[in-house]
């Protein structure tokens, strides 16, 4: 006994192939990449700007407060000046100075008491 499914000339088919549909186009991402990277970029520019800024602005007050500095060692030079000078003004214009500079240089004596006239000038009361 022959069995059919040996037999060369009544072999089962093969299963008939199913049509597969071509697959749809996909849009790229090759494109969604480069939108990533470039907003990447532009964080890091933008990161980089804000430093920059940063530095700048400490810079600047690093410079206002050198010529703050200077300001108030000229405004210490100038208080120390200033005291100087008003102790040698009190100095010169003390009584002994004033006379001894008036011997001096104006040839200028002291009056004798005795030679010294007072004037009143209050008005006198009627009596």
Do not use: C, F
């Not at 990447?40 to 407060?65: E, K, M, P, S, T």
């Not at 010169?92 to 104006?106: D, H, M, N, T, Y």
């Amino acid at each position: 006994m022959a069995s059919v499914a040996h037999d060369p000339a009544v072999a089962p088919q093969a299963p008939a192939r199913k049509a597969t549909p071509r697959p749809v186009a996909r849009p790229r991402k090759r494109a969604a990449k480069k939108v990533g990277l470039l907003s990447g970029i532009v964080w890091i520019v933008l990161v980089a700007v804000l430093l920059g800024g940063i530095v700048a602005l400490n810079v600047a007050v690093l410079q206002l407060n050198v010529r703050l500095q200077q300001a108030n060692e000229g405004k210490a030079d100038a208080h120390a000046r200033t005291v100087a000078l008003a102790g040698q003004l009190s100095s010169a214009g003390s009584a002994p100075q004033v006379a001894s500079a008036a011997e001096r240089k104006l040839g200028l004596m002291p009056a004798a008491p005795d030679q010294t006239t007072y004037v009143d000038l209050a008005p006198r009361r009627r009596k």
